[in-house]
C-alpha cells in the first residue's frame, strides 16, 4: 500500500471529481478554466492537465495546491493532445464524473493551481521532473466568469545530492552515505524483448564501512523491496538510514540492496506478469548474479535475505515463497495483502463482493488514523482515476494481478464506478498469486522450503486495515505445518511499524541482527 498517506493519489480523496475532455466550444463559461501555454515556456505540450483548488485561508499562501483530504478542496482533469494554434485549453469545472463539481464546494475564496502532467506518473508520485505548473491565483466560488491562469515553468531535474530543496538534514545524512553507495543500472534482456525497448534494473547497493572490494571476505546481502510509491530518491533516503546505523555500529555488517521497482503502472512487484513483463524472471537471472559478480556478496541462497514494507513486504513474502532456493528468508512488515479472504478487508471471493460496500451497502474503509475512518476504498479509486490512467494503488494491483484485456492492458479486478468485483478476474488472482492459498495448496513443500523463513511483524492498527491480512496467512502456515514468527504490535500503523523509543528504524535493526545470526552463526 501507499507508504505515506500525504501522497497525493491517497490522500485527496474527500471531495473528488474527475473531469470529462470536452471540446472549447460547448464548454459553459461560467465552469471554464482557461489554461494557456506561454511560448516562453514550451513550442507546445501534451499529457493530462490536473487542476487543484482549495479554501483560502489565513496564514502564509501555500508553495503550491495539491489535493487534499477537505471537504473544501477540489480537483478537475482533462486529456491534452495539444495546446492549438491558439495555445489553450480549456476545463469544465462543472462537468464532473462525481457528485462534487468545483460549484459545489461552498462558496468563497479558492486558490487554484494548474498542472501538466507530461510524464503520465502523477497518479503514482504526484508532480515531478517535466511537469508545467502555473501560478497560484485566487477565484470566487460559484465562478460568474471565465478564469484564465497561464502555466508558468517546468519543474527541472533534480540532483539528488545539491538540489536546493532538499532539507539540509537530509542533505547532510546522503552526503555521509554516499562513499558507501552505489548507483546500478543493468539492461535487462528478458525485459527488453517483452516490451520491445530498452529496459534496465536498476538498484542502490549500500556496502558496510569495512567493506574492501578486493579482499577476500563477503558478505550477507539483503535485498529490500521498495514501498508503493517508492522511486529512486525514496530508495536512497531509506539507505541513508541504514548507513547511519552502520556508522554507529547499530547495524551488522552486511551489503544491502534497494531494488527499484518504480514504473508509471505502479510498481512491479518483483512477479512475471502478464503486463508488466517478467520482473521475476529478469530479477533473479539477470540483476543479482551481475550483482554478485561486481559485489563482494555471499552469492549463495544462505547469505541473501529479503525485506520490505507495505507493497515491498508483500514483494518480499512472494519471492520468499516462490522461490525458495534463491533465498534464505524474508523479514516483511505490514505487507499488502497476502490472502484475497482479507483484500484490505474484502473478502474477494465472497459472492457478490463489492470493493466499495459492504453487505450493508456502507462505505468500505481504506485508512483509519486513531481509529477514525479518514479515507474510504471509493475515494480513493476515484481520486487515483482523476490524477491519472495508470499508476495508483488500485490500478498498480491490476497491473501486477490480473489477466491482460483485448486492448493490451489488464483487466480490472473491480468496477470503478460501482465497485461491483468481476469473479473471473478474482479467479485468475487466486490461482496466481494469493500468497496464502499457494500454502495451503502444497503444505508439505511449504514445511520443507519454508521452516523458519518467515518472519513478520504488524501493527495492530495498521491504517490499511492490513493486520487483517496477515492474520490469515498466519492460519494458513500453521495449518500446514510452517514454522513462522507473526508479530501483531499493539497500537502499530502502518507509518511507526519500524519505530521504537524513537530510533525511526529499531525494528529494522533487530530485523537484520537476525538475519546476520542466521547468515553467520558462528
Known sequence: MNSRLPRPALVACIGLL???????????????????????????????????????????????????????????????????PARRAA???????????????????????????????????????????????????????????????AIPGKDLW??????????????????????????????????????????????????????????PTIFRCGEFPANVEWDLDAATLIAEGNKARAMPPMIWVFLDYATTTGATEFVDSVNNGPWARALLTEFIPALEQRFRMDAHPLGRFLT??????????????????????AWVAAPDPSDFRDFVGVDLYAPNANMFYDERRNL????????????????????????????GQFGSFDWVFSPRGATGTPLRMFNHITGA?????????????????????????????????????????????LDGSAHRLQEAMTAAGVAAEFRFLPGKTHYDIWERDGDPVAELKDMARSMYAVARPK
Open 364 to 391: 468500505r474503509p481504506l485508512a483509519r488514523v486513531n481509529g477514525q475512518v479518514v479515507v474510504t476504498i471509493r475515494d480513493a479509486v476515484a481520486m487515483e482515476d482523476v490524477l491519472g490512467h495508470a499508476g
Open 162 to 219: 545539491n538540489s536546493p530543496d532538499i532539507p539540509q538534514k537530509t542533505r547532510e545524512l546522503r552526503a555521509a552515505a554516499k562513499p558507501y553507495l552505489t548507483s546500478v543500472e543493468i539492461p535487462s534482456p528478458s525485459l527488453t524483448q517483452f516490451w520491445g525497448r530498452a529496459i534496465s534494473m536498476r538498484a542502490w547497493v549500500l556496502v558496510p564501512p569495512e567493506y574492501d572490494p578486493a579482499g577476500a571476505r563477503t558478505w
Open 421 to 465: 468485483i468481476d469473479p473471473a478476474v478474482v479467479s485468475y488472482w487466486r490461482e496466481h498469486f494469493d500468497i496464502a492459498r499457494a500454502i495451503a495448496a502444497q503444505p508439505a513443500a511449504a514445511k520443507l522450503k519454508l521452516d523458519g523463513k518467515i518472519r513478520l511483524v504488524v501493527g495492530d492498527a495498521d491504517t490499511f486495515y
Open 18 to 84: 474527475s473531469i470529462q475532455c470536452v471540446a472549447e466550444t460547448i464548454v459553459p463559461a461560467a465552469a471554464r478554466l482557461d489554461v494557456s501555454l506561454p511560448a516562453t515556456l514550451q513550442a507546445d505540450a501534451a499529457g493530462r492537465l490536473l487542476i487543484f483548488a482549495e479554501r483560502e485561508r489565513s496564514g502564509p499562501a501555500p508553495q503550491k495546491i495539491d489535493a487534499k483530504m477537505d471537504p473544501e478542496s477540489a480537483v478537475a482533469a482533462r486529456d491534452v493532445a495539444t495546446f492549438g
Open 308 to 329: 520490505g514494507r507495505s507493497s515491498g513486504g508483500w514483494s518480499a513474502l512472494w519471492l520468499q515463497v516462490h522461490h525458495p532456493d534463491v533465498f534464505n528468508g
Open 91 to 153: 476545463v469544465d469545472l462543472d462537468h464532473a464524473d462525481s457528485s462534487k463539481p468545483f460549484s459545489a464546494l461552498p462558496p468563497g475564496k479558492y486558490r487554484v493551481q494548474a498542472v501538466l502532467d507530461q510524464n503520465a506518473d502523477y497518479a503514482r508520485s504526484g508532480r515531478g521532473s517535466g511537469d508545467l505548473v502555473s501560478n497560484i491565483v485566487t477565484i470566487q466560488l460559484p465562478m460568474k466568469r471565465p478564469v484564465s491562469i497561464a502555466l508558468d515553468h
